[in-house]
């Protein structure tokens, strides 16, 4: 899938969690895309069975398409995590490069930086049990 598709697929999922309902228009208003742009990548992703769009114009995904725009989604937090944390970038400024560096990273870099950041999950949650640091 193109990167284009990947983005679709996590504004419709992000959208779905803070309205509940997505419509095409809504879509367009979020990414600042034009109306026509829009319609053609929801075609698009219907076509190849990702998302569902009912009577009433209303756009839920499919199982798959659920399952791509998550993953998506997630290596999105992932790497604004890690931007942020690691590099000290603005969360800002991570947002924006994660959004870039979530479509094209290998999967073996991402498991690493996963790995990373869990460790040092682990690592302040068993310094704040013994009163060596704190949890924010």
């Known amino acids: ?14 959208l779905s969690k803070r309205n509940g309902m997505v419509r095409s228009i809504d879509i367009a208003r979020e990414l600042e895309f034009s ?17 569902l769009i009912d009577n009433d114009g209303y756009i839920t995904l499919t199982a798959v398409g659920r399952e791509k725009a998550e993953s998506v989604y997630d290596r999105h937090q992932q790497l604004t995590l890690f931007l942020i944390e690691t590099a000290g970038v603005s969360p800002a400024r991570a947002e924006e490069d994660a959004c870039r560096i979530e479509h094209i990273i290998s999967e073996e870099t991402y498991q690493g930086i996963k790995k990373f950041l869990l460790g040092r999950d682990v690592k302040k949650g068993s310094q704040s049990e013994t009163g060596g640091g704190s949890r924010q």
């Open 1 to 14: 899938m193109h990167e284009s598709g990947e983005n679709y697929l996590e504004t419709i999922l992000v």
């Open 35 to 51: 109306k026509p742009s829009v319609s053609r990548a929801v075609g698009i992703l219907k076509e190849e069975n990702l998302i």
